[in-house]
């Protein structure tokens, strides 16, 4: 490592943004343990003389836990989704040299700028004529699709790194496609498929357009729609929403302290290299 | 070799599994057969609790079942529309009535309900005769009001008026110098949920009643678009534009929701001496502020203007829900069955037990029955004595026009826009 | 799979007879196509409809009528149209502005190995946790102009009228946006910081380059290709803003923050006017396209070149 003097400009800069990501959060944490009269009592940045676990309790009651259920679905499914189609698809990008493939590439490459809202008015004839309006199926076919391009992007770069030695050997031991793929081309594509289960597990449980317009009972309802709702229904209360935003986040949370490491590799695979 | 081997089975193996008992499970959420149902959809709140009640209530004698579906309030209307003519339209619907309804009587997607009245007169009979209009289009009844009425009412902070001698204001006049006594006091006189936008329009729709009657919106809805640009409109844009200016609402007021709790709370702790807001700011306080609706909550009608051609005791706001009926239900006659509960005792006893105002005429018999017996009866007193009562501006237009009226009208308000550009705006609004 | 669960001498007999001569051991076309027909099917199917409803007119109620170009006239005619296309770009603009100095000096300065770095990094990461719906929610609870932070800070927000003016409405959109993402692409500089070749420091060092020279002839150079994939994705961000709109301010004051995608939304599902919403929805995919192909072609991805290739 290069020796150098402390950095005091570094230093003051990282405080400054330490304060500017903290504060919203300090302010969010204390609101959720108030009650509605404290909270507009105190103003947001007191700390509060009384605290109370009531908002996370009636928040759970009112229907979260269910929405907290039906985005663990969605995630699931599209992570699955995601998972068993773009590695194949990737491998074959990589390794085909037919003509068709360029043109799924092509296609892909195009998904990447197709934005989800370009497709919504349709997306909701084609599901509802597909008897799947206000189902979870519904929301998690879509929420896949529109992961799969940046997948696959993903994965493509990864498995291009795979020199092209160790494919010639294997073929050369007269070993299938079949074989290679997961003899080789998995095994060798770990941190890919972990960046691409990291983003698409991202992108299901923060999905929000598809659930709003496809979606509508509470049965259906994932997280984010049911912040948003809450926003917007008469007779909200600060410290019950921010409890409900605390809420949301905690699974993210939990995966995020015990597997830190393997969430903000992948993340910086996002960035490819 | 060997790890690699099972890593690749694990990621194929674990991501088929948990694809499939998800799949599964969310298969299992999906509609069953609907054989002898009828779908009811409603704006999802507070009030659906009297609705789930009435819903069992009809499924005890019915041999044809209710359902009770909720859409959340913010997107009733967007998801109405997009699914009303889709496989998942309901058979009886929640509406505001007027412009809310229209589209769907032109696409010829509604049930004359003129039949069912034949039959049982009841249907129209037994309830307010103003309230039941705004669910008449071109001369024929497509809806039944359900749930209460909501007229506009000037709410105040008790307190906060006998600190600053102020008394609620009879006039414009009146208002005036009470907003400069209360900005003595270091009080904002009014506030305004100007962030929803519709809480502003409130503003806009008693003013232009006050000062040219309720006839020039009337015409204007009706096609007369130059009515926008009459002298009597004019008048209302100025007085809108004095208030502002005389610093009534502060300076923040677009930053400030009444859906998030701002406005109300603002009034109730004594931040803001007045609101203007529909009969539901009661319960809302009730709500989130127990001791200051029993206290020192006050409300008043909307003060007349001196020299305005509209009576005092005129009305704006939500006249009423409505329940209309979808032409492809394929059971009419259990659907006649259920309009009729809305005027039954249970409805209406339960009703104003949630706060709500039905505009039946055995509603007067159970005032005292009410949440709050003495708001009930000063409603009840003024819907029923009301010359005219306007349905809401953005309710009374078609939806498509809500959008830019509200654009028009916050821009108006906060003075990014002139009264000549307001009047172009509101004159190239889609009429009905 | 039971098969390849099973890797046994039968397995490779198998694999041998299916692999004649040229071309051995390269996957066929059916490897991609479930992926692509599902892709197809959820992406592009949708997507086509669209081109085709951006020539009709449609309310969603009766059946659709063949409008020729008119909605893409009213289109070009539309003022709140051509403004929220410059929305669009303004926010885009200010939002790659801010975040890319932000998140490079972030990025280079979290890829040092020391302690507290680590630890900062950590907490610096927390708003990538939650999603847009949740941050939107949270800082619109925390910047309300009587109950949040500005009435507790006059001195710095004045009467707290954020979302009542353009300037602050923008301000916030941007902040909030900024807030959220710079995790993000601050991992991305920081993986890429980490891979620039130590040596090169050495070498600067040797010839007395201090931080500040070192950081603009040796950092900035090597990140370039991270630059380029970190723009893409605030750009294709930017121009797609939804959900922060609609939650923090739905498009106001007036329409002084209606973007085309918030504006794509309001046409279809207020006005029902889905004939106008699709042609919006076209015109953003292609500018999106536009923007995704030129910067293809800067990184050179089309190229199909390995990285392992170019050393």
Not at chain 2, 177 to 199: H, S
Not at chain 2, 210 to 226: N, Q, V, Y
Request: aromatic share 10%; with cysteine.
């Amino acid at each position: 490592m290069r020796r150098r003097r402390p950095n005091y400009f570094a230093g003051f800069g990282s405080l400054v943004w330490l304060l500017v990501v903290g504060l919203p959060l300090y302010v969010m944490l204390i609101a959720t343990f108030q009650s509605r009269p404290d909270y507009a009592a105190n103003g947001p940045l007191a700390f509060p003389g009384h605290f109370t676990l009531d908002n996370y309790i009636k928040d759970l009651n009112s229907g979260f836990a269910q929405y907290f259920l039906n985005t663990v679905v969605v995630t699931v499914c599209v992570v699955g989704i995601v998972v068993l189609l773009v590695p194949p698809l990737a491998y074959t990008i990589v390794r085909s040299r037919g003509r068709v493939t360029t043109t799924v590439f092509r296609l892909f490459l195009l998904g990447l700028a197709i934005p989800s809202q370009a497709v919504i008015v349709p997306m909701f004839f084609v599901i509802s004529e597909a008897g799947l309006y206000d189902n979870l199926i519904g929301v998690i076919l879509p929420t896949a699709a529109f992961a799969m391009p940046v997948c696959a992007l993903i994965l493509t770069g990864v498995m291009r790194d795979i020199t092209p030695d160790l494919y010639e050997a294997m073929t050369m031991d007269g070993a299938s496609p079949r074989r290679i793929f997961f003899r080789l081309v998995l095994p060798l594509s770990r941190s890919g498929i972990s960046t691409i289960v990291v983003f698409s597990a991202l992108q299901a449980w923060n999905g929000f357009l598809f659930p709003l317009v496809l979606t509508q009972s509470a049965e259906t309802k994932v997280i984010t729609l049911g912040l948003y709702d809450f926003q917007t229904e008469h007779g909200v209360d600060t410290p019950g929403l921010l409890a409900a935003v605390v809420l949301s986040m905690l699974p993210v949370l939990i995966v995020y302290l015990f597997a830190r490491r393997a969430l903000v590799q992948g993340l910086m695979g996002v960035g490819g290299k | 070799m060997k790890q690699r081997t099972r890593f690749s089975r694990t990621v194929v193996g674990g991501a088929a599994l948990s694809l499939m008992l998800s799949l599964s499970g969310c298969g299992a959420g999906s509609d069953a057969a609907d054989g002898d149902t009828i779908h009811v959809l409603v704006y999802g709140d507070a009030a659906n609790k009297v609705e789930k009640e009435l819903v069992a209530t009809f499924n005890e004698t019915s041999k044809v079942k209710a359902v009770l579906d909720t859409i959340p309030g913010a997107d009733y209307q967007a998801k109405l529309q997009t699914i009303i003519n889709s496989k998942q339209a309901p058979d009886v619907f929640f509406n505001w009535g007027g412009g809310s309804i229209k589209p769907f009587v032109d696409a010829g997607l509604l049930l004359p309900l003129d039949p069912f009245i034949a039959k049982d007169p009841g249907l129209k009979a037994k309830f307010l005769p103003s309230v039941f209009n705004s669910a008449v289009v071109d001369g024929t009844s497509y809806g039944i009001p359900m749930r209460g009425t909501q007229p506009v009412l000037l709410f105040n902070n008790g307190k906060v008026l006998k600190d600053a001698g102020v008394e609620p204001p009879e006039t414009w006049g009146d208002l005036l110098a009470a907003v400069e006594a209360l900005k003595a006091d270091g009080v904002t006189p009014i506030a305004l949920g100007g962030g929803d936008r519709w809480p502003t329009l409130m503003w806009f729709e008693y003013l232009y009643d006050r000062i040219a009657g309720p006839e020039l919106f009337r015409k204007a809805l009706d096609g007369d678009r130059e009515a926008w640009a009459s002298p009597d409109s004019r008048k209302a844009l100025g007085k809108i534009k004095e208030l502002v200016d005389a610093g009534a609402f502060g300076t923040n007021y677009d930053s400030v929701k009444f859906t998030d709790q701002g406005s109300p709370t603002l009034l109730a702790t004594g931040k803001a001496a007045f609101e203007l807001m529909g009969s539901w700011e009661y319960s809302t306080q009730q709500d989130a502020h127990p001791d200051f609706a029993k206290s020192d909550l006050g409300y008043s009608a909307f003060p007349s203007v001196e020299g305005g051609k509209g009576d005092r005791a005129n009305l704006v706001g939500n006249t009423n829900n409505f329940y209309s009926v979808l032409k492809k239900t394929k059971h009419p006659q259990a659907v006649a069955e259920f309009l009729k509960l809305m005027y039954s005792d249970q409805f209406v006893k339960a009703q104003l037990g949630i706060g709500n105002l039905p505009t039946t005429t055995n509603t007067e018999r159970f005032l005292d029955t009410a949440a709050s017996p003495e708001f009930a009866k000063f409603q009840y007193d003024m819907v029923k004595a009301a010359p005219a009562f306007q349905l809401s501006w953005d309710q009374a237009y078609p939806q498509s026009a809500a959008t830019p009226m509200y654009q028009a009208l916050q821009q108006f308000f906060n003075g990014s826009m002139d009264e000549d550009a307001f009047i172009e705006a509101m004159r190239a609004l889609p009429a009905s | 799979m039971t098969r390849t669960a099973t890797p046994s001498a039968a397995d490779g007999t198998f694999d041998k007879a299916d692999s004649p001569g040229i071309g051995a051991g390269r996957p066929g076309f059916l490897w991609a196509a479930p992926a692509a027909v599902f892709f197809a099917l959820f992406a592009i199917v949708p997507l086509i409809m669209v081109a085709v409803l951006s020539f009709a007119r449609w309310d969603g109620l009766s059946s659709p009528e063949f409008a020729g170009l008119d909605n893409w006239k009213l289109l070009f005619d539309d003022p709140v149209m051509i403004k929220s296309l410059w929305l669009s770009v303004l926010l885009t603009v200010l939002g790659v502005l801010v975040q890319t100095p932000l998140s490079i000096l972030l990025g280079v300065w979290a890829a040092g190995h020391q302690r507290n770095r680590a630890v900062l990094s950590a907490i610096y990461f927390v708003p990538m946790l939650l999603s847009v719906a949740a941050v939107s929610v949270l800082w619109r609870a925390v910047l309300d102009p009587n109950f949040g932070v500005p009435a507790q800070a006059t001195w710095l927000f004045g009467d707290g009228n954020l979302f009542g003016t353009q300037a602050g409405a923008i301000g916030v959109l941007v902040f909030v946006s900024t807030w959220q993402f710079t995790p993000l692409h601050t991992l991305i500089y920081q993986g890429a910081a980490r891979a620039v070749p130590q040596v090169l420091y050495q070498a600067a060092q040797i010839d007395g380059a201090g931080t500040v020279r070192q950081f603009v002839h040796i950092t900035l150079p090597q990140l370039r290709n991270s630059i380029i994939t970190s723009m893409i994705l605030m750009v294709v961000g930017g121009l797609t803003t939804f959900d922060t709109v609609l939650i923090l301010t739905q498009g106001g004051p007036g329409s002084d923050t209606t973007i085309s995608a918030y504006y794509m939304y309001q046409k279809a599902f207020k006005s029902f006017d889905y004939g106008s919403a699709s042609a919006i929805a076209l015109l953003l995919v292609l500018v999106s396209t536009l923007i995704s192909l030129i910067v293809v072609r800067l990184s050179g991805y089309d190229k199909m070149r390995s990285t392992m290739e170019g050393l």
